[in-house]
């Protein structure tokens, strides 16, 4: 009997250890596919605009007698947006990495919300240029008590998609609501929308939506920093529907309104 009951602990020891080779075998490879699907999209990501940025360069040297000065100036134009485009993308890596390794400092200051809104938008420059965007905040909202750079970022992403992920022409609105501790900046675009079951997955990392006409360009890192970062600030972030027949998206992010609401230091 004793011999059977050895031999039986010896095989579930053995089916233990297989198990976990096997678990251990599922984490590596998920990491391993997180891994890769990192150096893809960044080599891609940092390839298109930096291949738009040496075209547009050589262009201005080869092409400089017979280009005219509005010619210059486009070309001057692109390297600009393609440069910025580039540091939106160097800078949302960074704070990845700082996210990762819970090293995101917080740079904290009453600061106001159109101000905030105002500098996103400056940002994105031209990639806004196709949109019709009303903003819809007022200058005497009380202010919040964020890191105006990190949360310039975020807005920064939430635009950029809206503008992305919508019809040119369309309208993209950007709204401000004063909860009871909270101050709420809202993006609603008129694009398709976000389909029910994918609305908390796009604020996972990598998580992109299939889309019937083709797949922007895109990482699929965005909104999972900015999920990041409006967490670290104890603030909340989720994708609805813009309009009641449940098209178009609106992006909430509620923020912890600053001690001293009545204004801004
Ligand atoms: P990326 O835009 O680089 O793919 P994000 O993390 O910013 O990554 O967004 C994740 C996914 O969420 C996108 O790929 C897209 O499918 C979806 N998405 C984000 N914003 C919108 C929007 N305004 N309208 C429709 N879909 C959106």
């Known amino acids: 009997i004793l011999d059977a009951l050895t031999d039986q602990v010896a095989i579930a020891v053995e089916r233990t250890r297989l198990v976990s080779d096997l678990q251990d075998s599922r984490i590596l ?25 040496i075209g547009s360069a050589s262009s201005l ?3 400089d007698d017979a280009l005219g000065s509005g010619g210059r100036r486009q070309l001057a134009e692109t390297i600009k947006e393609e440069g910025d485009r580039l540091n939106r993308y160097v800078q949302n890596l960074l704070d990845m990495t700082r996210l990762g390794y819970g090293a995101l400092k917080l740079n904290r200051q009453p600061s106001d919300a159109r101000e905030l809104v ?20 007022a200058d ?12 310039q970022q975020v807005l920064a992403n939430v635009l950029d998609n809206a503008a992305k992920y919508s019809p040119s022409g369309s309208t993209i609105i950007v709204t401000g609501l004063t909860g009871k501790n909270s101050l709420t900046i809202a ?17 996972d990392m990598f998580y992109r939506v299939r889309a019937a006409d083709g797949q922007r360009a895109g990482t699929g890192l965005g909104l999972a920093i900015c ?36 204004g801004v230091a």
């Not at 893809?40 to 291949?51: F, G, I």
């Not at 105002?118 to 905040?137: E, I, K, N, T, W």
């Not at 005497?140 to 949360?151: R, S, T």
């Open 29 to 53: 490879s998920e990491t391993e596919r997180l891994r890769s699907a990192l150096l893809s999209s960044v080599s891609h990501d940092l390839r298109t605009p930096l291949v738009s940025i």
């Open 61 to 63: 040297i080869e092409a």
């Open 118 to 137: 105002g500098a996103a938008v400056h940002q994105l420059g031209s990639a806004l240029r196709s949109h019709l965007l009303v903003l819809d905040v």
């Open 140 to 151: 005497d909202l009380p202010a919040v008590d964020v890191d105006p750079i990190l949360m």
């Open 187 to 203: 993006v609603s675009d008129e694009g398709p929308g976000i389909a029910r079951e994918d609305r908390e997955r796009v604020f």
């Open 227 to 262: 999920k990041g970062i409006v967490d670290a600030h104890g603030g909340s972030i989720r994708a609805e529907p813009a309009k009641a027949d449940g098209t178009g998206t609106r992006i909430e992010i509620g923020l912890p309104l600053a001690a001293d609401t009545k």
